[in-house]
Each structure stands twice: as C-alpha cells, then as structure tokens.
C-alpha cells in the first residue's frame, strides 16, 4: 500500500467500512508515514464516535408512553380526524333527499304551507311537469335539482373496502 | 465490516409484538418500546440539544409508531423506521425551538438584557460539561450530528441513513467526513487528544 491508494481510498470510503486486514496494512504503512499518519488518525475519531453513550430514558418513560397509547385506539386514530367514506355518503343522501321533500312541498306564492302538496302529485302523475313548475317558485326548481344531484352523487359512491383492522379482527375472533 | 454495508433484519421478537399489538393487545407495545428507547431518545437528543425536550418527543414518536403500526412492514427492520418518524418529529420540534428561541432574544432585546438570554441546549452542554465527545458532536450542525448518530452510534448503513434523511448516499458521506474533521477539531481546541477519551 502506498500513501495515494491510501489517500483514494479514505477519500471514497469511510474506515470502519473498509475489510479488518485493509484496516491493519493501512495502520502499519502509517506507522512508518507521518501524512498517511494524520491522515488515518483522523479516522480514529470513527471509534470514538461508534462508543458514543446513550441517552438513559427518564424513570417512568414507559409508562408514560403507556398511558398515552391507551387512550388511543390504532389505527382508528387517523381516520377518527375526518368523516369516513360511509357516512360521507350517508349524509349526502339524506341531506338531498330531505333538500329534496321540502323543495317539493314548498308552496307557491301566497299558498299556505303544504297547500300544493297534493295538487303537485296530482299534476306530476297526470305529466304536466310544466304546471308544477308554474305552481313552484325558480329558487326551489334550483334547490331541487341540487338535491337530486347529492342524491344521485351520494348513491353512486363506491362502497368502501373491508378495512385491514377490521378484516383481521373479524379473522381472530 | 461488512454489517454497516448491509441492511439490518427485523428482529424476531420485534415482529412478535408487532403483530401482537396489531391484533389488539396493546400492552405488547411496552416490547418496542423498551428495546428502542435508547436510540431514539439518544437521537432526539442529539438533534434538540435539550434533554428535557427529547424525552417528550422521543413520547411523541413511540405515539405516533403506535397509531401508525398498520403502516409498518414487518419484513424490515424497524429501527430505520422509528428513527425516520423521530427524525421528522425532531426537525418540526427544532423549527418550533428556533423560532421560540428567536422570539425570547426579541423579546430580550426589548429589555435590554440580552446577556441573559440563553440559547437552546445550553443548560445540557452545561449539564453534561465532563462528557467531551458529546459536547464535540452538540457543536456539529444538524445535518452533520444527526448523521453522526444514526451512523456509527445507531450502525444504520450509509443507504438506511440517507434514507432518513431525505438525502443522497455521496452526501451522508460527505457530512460524515466533515463530521470527522469537525469533532477532532473540536477535541483539539479543548486541549484533548481523542486518546484521552474513556
């Protein structure tokens, strides 16, 4: 070994990398090499820093740690944060549908509530959509159609796959 | 040698508890935690200089591995994944302490007292004054002191390291090299030779 393969070699690769015999031919050829010396020691500081002490946790880490898991439930915690696919589609459903009921039965102006609700069946099963659109004021043709939107997005969300957790508790019990 | 180049394999009783915690005991977890403690509160540490801090975030990151097991895969060693969660926890910690930090010397500035002001991990350089080599490594920037640890503290390899880190291999290997040369200049400036070191 010679002080350039030495100097390669440190340079692209760190000493504790090295093979053990790399190691002990490159301390004996320093030995005799005062900048090939340096050069090593500098790699000494390697072994110092490898037996580097730990940290001791504090008394009663653990069971801080324990504590604070227990009220926390795996795996439900992230999806706890925000509204799960089902209910998302539940409430899309049910909030068009009851958008929906009260566009239907809202009365045209100067009706009494509910007044219009048996004439508009009348006229929606006899056809003449135009004479309920008459009988209804624009905002709730708007309101409506909204809702029959939700309704129709809310049902035509995929259903949500078994989740990991709960296929394999299921698989246990 | 050859085990700093290689990936660590999970450890069988590790994978144990894992799979027991998944299936729903979770005192199983105190497994993991006890075997890891060490390193990652050794990290948080090293990263916060505050070791008062670095027991509530090395908390933090058991925590946070236990909410996130299910993402945990069993087939690989767990170290590197507890250390990148720390260390991603420990860099928000740190940006939290600058801008504290910043904050307290304004806020000191106003008073006209700033020779009061303390900076962060003072009180544990002070605390730990006859440890030199940890002393050598607080004085290293943090991209340097955490590779530091990870690698020849924690024997993560060069790739495992980089990986945590969100960097290249050539650059782990860089800030180890400066690392290097920065501790022993630190010892030296002290008057210490590394030889000195117990």
Request: hydrophobic share 45%; aromatic share 6%; charged share 25%.
């Amino acid at each position: 070994m010679n002080c350039a393969e030495l100097a390669a070699a440190l340079e692209n690769q760190l000493l504790r990398e090295r093979e053990p015999h790399w190691v002990e031919e490159a301390r004996r050829h320093a030995e005799h090499c005062p900048s090939c010396s340096r050069l090593l020691e500098l790699h000494h500081v390697e072994e110092q820093l490898a037996g580097l002490c730990a940290v001791e946790p504090s008394s009663g880490f653990l069971e801080h740690v324990m504590t604070r898991i227990k009220s926390k439930e795996p795996h439900r915690i992230e999806s706890a944060r925000r509204i799960s696919p089902e209910a998302f589609q539940k409430s899309m459903i049910v909030v068009g549908a009851l958008i929906l009921a009260a566009a239907y039965v809202v009365p045209a102006a100067g009706q009494p509530w509910l007044a219009n609700l048996w004439p508009s069946i009348g006229l929606m099963r006899s056809g003449v959509l135009s004479a309920y659109f008459v009988a209804h004021p624009p905002w709730a043709m708007i309101l409506a159609g909204v809702a029959a939107l939700l309704v129709v997005f809310g049902m035509a969300l995929p259903e949500r796959p078994v989740s990991k957790h709960v296929a394999r508790k299921s698989t246990i019990q | 040698m050859a085990r700093y180049d290689s990936e660590q394999e999970p450890e069988p009783a590790i994978v144990d508890s894992v799979r027991a915690v998944r299936a729903g005991n979770a005192q199983a977890y105190a497994a993991i935690v006890t075997r890891f403690q060490g390193p990652i509160l050794t990290l948080c540490a090293a990263i916060l200089r505050d070791r008062q801090a670095a027991q509530e975030l090395a908390q933090d990151v058991f925590v946070r591995a236990y909410q996130r097991l299910d993402t945990f895969d069993v087939r690989r060693p767990m170290k590197p994944w507890l250390v990148k969660i720390a260390y991603h926890l420990a860099q928000e910690k740190r940006r939290t302490q600058v801008r504290q930090a910043a904050r307290e010397r304004a806020a000191a500035i106003e008073r006209e007292q700033n020779d009061a002001v303390e900076r962060p991990g003072q009180s544990l350089i002070a605390a730990e004054r006859s440890d030199l080599l940890w002393q050598a490594v607080y004085a290293l920037p943090m991209a340097e002191r955490t590779a530091v640890l990870l690698y020849y503290r924690e024997s993560l390899s060069v790739k495992e390291v980089a990986a945590v880190m969100g960097i290249s291999p050539g650059t782990v290997k860089t800030h180890l090299f400066r690392a290097r040369s920065q501790v022993q200049l630190n010892l030296r400036a002290k008057g210490i030779d590394e030889g000195d070191i117990p």
